[in-house]
């Protein structure tokens, strides 16, 4: 089963951290402290690599601007779950339950201050201008965000809500019903310093796959529906939310059937043909549009479209250029590293905790 997700995202709200929800009601959590470049995410590999050996159950959380890097891992161990998050800026962490369920793991005893304090003014100007990136990519994100208000102001009164209501509480009537909701939140899409990316581990999960059509936005009005009968039937699921904008859902998983529910532009895909193991649906949103009324916001709709998909590109290239800086933060930090000690930190806790 794949388990790869995002914990944050860069959106029209600025960085939208769902830290709290992701790693908060865990029985053991590992906060990880330190610089750009001294270890976090090959601590987390690490970790997650001496559990998948030892047949322990490892979900993986990429980091939101650059997913080459891990923000965090759970790992289940026999039942018990631990997780180890890194826990400085911007998602930054701090521990609760001091020691008996949240401990620090400081990798800033592994640095040589001095050589850091040489790089002082470096690193100072350095972090400036990657801010400065970031600033402006969110600044691109909120017109993002405009632009979608916009569309869906024109898409809410043209879509026959009664007609969609009835399809999303047939799709949910065949799914197991429980005595409670249970929401896990797992991302699987980031706007990041790679661009726009997406994991498909919700559509690689699911043995019942159900496709929704966007057009214009108004996609989302279904997977709210969706989401609404779910939680009406007391239905355990996981939910992932549109990076850009936040209050609007991609996909959602239900995990004792194995359905999925995943909004794509897109009509054709990887799972598009039924297997021996997946069966895959379309859910055709014109269907629930009201097309004469629908025809006459076309032209604005398109335009709003556009615009946003210009404004998007921005926000990617800032982005981009901020990456260039990160990475040259990163070395000077692995520069005063003493990456020996890191090893030694890793191998103790795999011994002691693992």
């Known amino acids: 089963m794949k388990k790869i997700y995002f914990a944050a995202s860069n959106s029209c709200m600025g960085f939208k951290?769902?830290?709290?929800?992701?790693?908060?009601?865990?029985?053991?959590?590992?906060?990880?402290?330190?610089?750009?470049?001294?270890?976090?995410?090959?601590?987390?590999?690490?970790a997650a690599r001496?559990?998948?050996?030892?047949?322990?159950?490892?979900?993986?959380?990429?980091?939101?601007?650059?997913p080459s890097s891990l923000d965090g891992v759970i790992?289940?161990?026999?039942?018990?779950?631990?997780?180890?998050?890194?826990?400085?800026?911007?998602?930054?962490?701090?521990?609760r339950e001091t020691g008996y369920k949240d401990n620090i793991i400081n990798l800033g005893q592994c640095w040589q201050d001095g050589l850091l304090?040489?790089?002082?003014?470096?690193i100072i100007?350095?972090?400036?201008?990657k801010s400065a990136c970031y600033t402006y990519a969110y600044d691109y994100l909120r017109s993002c965000g405009n632009l979608r208000a916009v569309s869906d102001a024109l898409c809410r009164e043209n879509i026959d809500y009664d007609k969609m209501s009835a399809a999303a509480c047939r799709l949910v009537r065949g799914l197991p019903a429980g005595d409670k909701t249970e929401t896990k939140i797992r991302l699987i899409d980031s706007v990041s310093m790679l661009g726009r990316v997406r994991f498909?581990?919700?559509?690689?999960?699911?043995?019942?796959?159900?496709?929704?059509?966007?057009?214009?936005?108004?996609?989302n009005f279904m997977m709210e529906e969706l989401a609404g009968e779910i939680r009406r039937r007391g239905i355990e699921f996981w939910i992932s939310y549109d990076p850009v904008c936040p209050d609007k859902i991609n996909a959602l998983y239900e995990p004792v059937s194995g359905s999925a529910f995943v909004l794509t532009d897109k009509r054709m895909n990887t799972y598009e043909k039924n297997d021996s193991?997946?069966?895959?649906?379309?859910?055709?949103?014109?269907?629930?549009?009201?097309?004469?009324?629908?025809?006459?916001?076309k032209s604005e709709l398109k335009y709003a479209g556009d615009i946003y998909k210009t404004s998007l590109h921005g926000a990617i290239a800032m982005l981009y250029r901020a990456k260039k800086y990160h990475f040259l933060i990163e070395e000077i930090y692995?520069?005063?590293?003493?990456?020996?000690?890191?090893?030694?930190?890793?191998?103790?806790?795999?011994?002691s905790v693992l």
């Open 75 to 95: 790992i289940d161990k026999n039942g018990k779950k631990l997780g180890i998050i890194d826990g400085t800026a911007p998602h930054a962490y701090e521990p």
């Open 17 to 46: 951290n769902y830290y709290e929800d992701c790693f908060s009601k865990l029985d053991k959590l590992y906060i990880i402290k330190g610089g750009p470049g001294t270890g976090k995410s090959g601590f987390m590999r690490s």
């Open 200 to 219: 498909d581990t919700y559509e690689f999960n699911a043995s019942h796959l159900y496709i929704v059509g966007d057009m214009y936005g108004a996609g």
């Open 125 to 129: 100007k350095l972090n400036y201008a």
């Open 277 to 297: 193991e997946k069966t895959v649906k379309y859910i055709n949103i014109k269907r629930f549009v009201k097309g004469a009324e629908f025809s006459e916001n």
């Open 50 to 66: 001496v559990s998948e050996e030892k047949g322990y159950d490892v979900e993986y959380f990429y980091c939101s601007s650059d």
């Open 117 to 122: 304090e040489m790089k002082k003014d470096e």
């Open 334 to 351: 692995k520069g005063a590293m003493n990456f020996s000690l890191v090893d030694e930190m890793i191998c103790d806790f795999c011994n």
